[in-house]
C-alpha cells in the first residue's frame, strides 16, 4: 500500500510567492493546495483535512494572525508555520499568541522548507 501524501495548505496572497511556494512543496512530494486571502484559507482549512498550514500575516482581508487563531477553534493539533515578511520581534510575538508552531522570515525558504520536514517527516 503506498504512502499517503502530506497536505499542505498555503496561504499567500502574492500570486509569485503562492506559486514558488507550491512548486517547491510539491518537488518535495507533498500534495498542495493554495489560497490567495483568509477567506478563501478558512473555507478550505474547514472542508478539508491538512497536515500542515503556512499562512502569511499580511492577507488583504484580515491579517494571517487572525486567520491563525480562527483554524485553532476547530484544528488544535495541526502545525502552523507562518512564514512572513512582517518579521519584527512584535510580529513574531503576536504570530506565537496566535498558536503558530513556527515562525520563518521572509525570503528564507531553506528554514521554511526545514520546518516542513520537522513537522511532517
Known amino acids: 500500500m503506498p504512502l499517503r501524501r502530506r497536505r499542505i495548505l498555503c496561504v499567500e496572497d502574492h500570486e509569485d510567492t503562492r506559486l514558488m511556494l507550491y ?11 493554495t489560497a490567495a486571502n483568509a477567506a478563501e484559507g478558512l473555507s478550505l482549512a474547514k472542508e478539508d483535512a491538512f497536515d ?11 491579517s494571517g494572525n487572525k486567520l491563525c487563531r480562527r483554524v485553532r477553534e476547530f484544528e ?22 496566535s498558536e503558530v508552531d513556527a ?16 513537522f511532517l517527516d
Open 23 to 33: 512548486n517547491l512543496l510539491k518537488r518535495e512530494s507533498y500534495d498542495v493546495i
Open 52 to 62: 500542515l498550514l503556512i499562512i502569511d500575516i499580511w492577507l488583504p482581508d484580515e
Open 103 to 118: 515562525f520563518v522570515a521572509k525570503p528564507n525558504i531553506d528554514e521554511l522548507l526545514d520546518k516542513v520536514r520537522y
Open 76 to 97: 488544535p493539533y495541526t502545525p502552523i508555520i507562518v512564514y512572513s515578511g512582517a518579521a519584527s520581534v512584535s510580529d513574531q510575538q503576536n504570530a506565537r499568541l
